[in-house]
């Protein structure tokens, strides 16, 4: 099967010599393209040779028939990504940029500050807890405390991670992985399990179609 390449373009800076101009890519939200960040192009390509990208499903890049996960996304924009870039992104992008500066951490964890790759690690789950917390306040939804304390356990399980193996214990036996196992799994059941089917009963109503009948089976 031949690899997924999603849509990109580069554009070459104008205010300085190209050649000498440093690479940043811009990462959209979701379902959105590259063409939001039309508006601001100009203005980057004063200091920086701009890369855009539309995500895969979106803009112009085809659908993925795999699994879409953050680790698929990451290898898609690794794999038109400068060897050297900034990284800008918008919602999604915003997001989804944190956690590939996570893993590019991790990757180079041995050349680089423990307290520098525990840092940049744990940004993304921070900012998702924000953007979480930002919501439900908004909403009034409380019952979703659950799934940003979940959230809080699992960040505080990832700094504990960091930390033993920044004093030398072996890490991955523990309490800090054991602790981000259950919290994940906790995730996984109560987003699966509740907010999912709400989510769906709530799309339902807004369509007219209600409750529908359920069918005892015997």
Do not use: C
């Given at each position: 099967m031949p690899k997924l390449i999603?849509?990109?373009n580069t554009y070459k800076a104008t205010g300085v010599n190209d050649d000498?101009?440093?690479?940043?890519?811009?990462?959209?939200?979701?379902?959105?393209?590259?063409?939001?960040?039309?508006?601001?192009?100009?203005?980057?390509?004063?200091r920086f040779r701009v890369t855009v990208v539309d995500l895969p499903g979106m803009?112009?890049?085809?659908?993925?028939?795999?699994?879409?996960?953050?680790?698929?996304?990451?290898?898609?924009?690794?794999?038109?990504?400068?060897?050297?870039?900034?990284?800008?992104?918008?919602?999604?992008?915003g997001l989804f940029a944190l956690w590939?500066?996570?893993?590019?951490?991790?990757?180079?964890?041995?050349?680089?500050?423990?307290?520098?790759?525990?840092?940049?690690?744990?940004?993304?789950?921070?900012?998702?807890?924000?953007?979480?917390?930002?919501?439900?306040?908004?909403?009034?939804?409380?019952?979703?405390?659950m799934v940003l304390g979940l959230l809080t356990a699992f960040t505080l399980a990832n700094?504990?991670?960091?930390?033993?193996?920044?004093?030398g214990f072996y890490a991955a036996q523990g309490y800090g992985l054991r602790l981000g196992v259950g919290a994940g799994v906790m995730m996984i059941a109560v987003i699966g399990g509740r907010v999912v089917p709400s989510f769906t009963r709530n799309w339902l109503v807004r369509r007219g179609e209600g409750r529908r009948d359920r069918k005892r089976v015997v």
């Open positions: 999603p849509f990109h000498e101009a440093q690479d940043i890519v811009l990462i959209h939200g979701w379902g959105l393209h590259a063409i939001v960040f039309d508006d601001i192009v100009p203005a980057l390509l004063e803009g112009q890049s085809p659908m993925p028939n795999g699994d879409y996960t953050l680790d698929f996304l990451a290898d898609e924009v690794l794999a038109i990504m400068p060897e050297r870039a900034h990284v800008l992104g918008w919602s999604l992008g590939l500066a996570g893993r590019v951490a991790i990757g180079l964890s041995m050349f680089l500050p423990p307290l520098a790759v525990a840092v940049i690690d744990l940004a993304m789950p921070v900012a998702l807890g924000l953007v979480i917390a930002r919501e439900i306040v908004a909403g009034k939804n409380w019952k979703n405390l700094a504990l991670f960091h930390w033993e193996a920044a004093h």
